[in-house]
């Protein structure tokens, strides 16, 4: 059952605390990908990865971490550098060429307080 | 600056009652454009993909078209099923596989 994993699907954590969010696929994709989505906005893009051990800035990457050693996982670190770190966090993976859509992992919605 | 706005922000239907959900963007250059469904709680669910004007794809009670500015995903005699927000997000040209993301319409459709 091909898909995209996230987990946990709720993560606490006290201000202060670095936290990572677990995300891997089994559909051979490629690029991966993670957005923050926050109420009333749209998904921004934080961090994304075309291949394994390179990867780039998104939109809003600074507080936020990322590796890519493996093709089916790519974890992301919230540091305490994060000035608003509560959010819904989203994973997708794509192929990469003619057919690029995005597919989306469930979300992990971090509260830090 | 790239910019997509989707309209409204909300919609409220009657079961059976059609309408249509805009997505308007201002982008350097066009890729492709993507539906995406979104429900609460939940991780976007890819629907559909646009890359040329005039082009239509359908799949149940949704068909998307696309023009050279503006996306629209109509949606006939819809169900309380079909609730949810819809996102669509361009991709531009020359930014790999990026998306960038509307806020997306918030649609609910009552008995």
């Known amino acids: 059952d091909g898909g995209i994993t996230q987990s946990p699907k709720y993560l606490f954590r006290k201000e202060g605390q670095n936290v990572t969010l677990s995300c891997e696929q089994n559909?051979?994709?490629?690029?991966m990908y993670w957005y923050r989505q926050d109420p009333g906005q749209g998904l921004r893009l934080i961090y994304y990865s075309q291949i394994v051990n390179d990867f780039q800035k998104g939109d809003i990457a600074e507080g936020y971490s990322v590796s890519r050693e493996k093709k089916e996982s790519f974890p992301l670190t919230v540091t305490s550098a994060q000035k608003n770190p509560t959010a819904f966090y989203l994973c997708a993976s794509s192929m990469v060429g003619t057919s690029y859509e995005q597919y989306f992992g469930p979300g992990t919605r971090l509260t830090v307080t | 600056e790239d910019q997509v706005t989707q309209s409204p922000e909300a919609l409220r239907l009657q079961e059976g009652e059609s309408s249509s959900l805009n997505c308007s963007y201002t982008v350097s250059g066009l890729r492709g454009l993507f539906w995406y469904r979104q429900d609460p709680g939940k991780g976007p669910e890819f629907l559909f993909t646009l890359y040329s004007a005039g082009e239509e794809k359908e799949k149940e009670r949704l068909k998307a078209t696309l023009t050279k500015k503006e996306s629209f995903l109509h949606i006939t005699a819809p169900k309380p099923e079909d609730s949810a927000t819809y996102l669509c997000a361009p991709s531009i040209t020359g930014t790999a596989s990026k998306l960038t993301f509307g806020t997306g319409t918030r649609l609910q459709v009552t008995l």
């Open positions: 559909l051979n994709h490629d690029a």
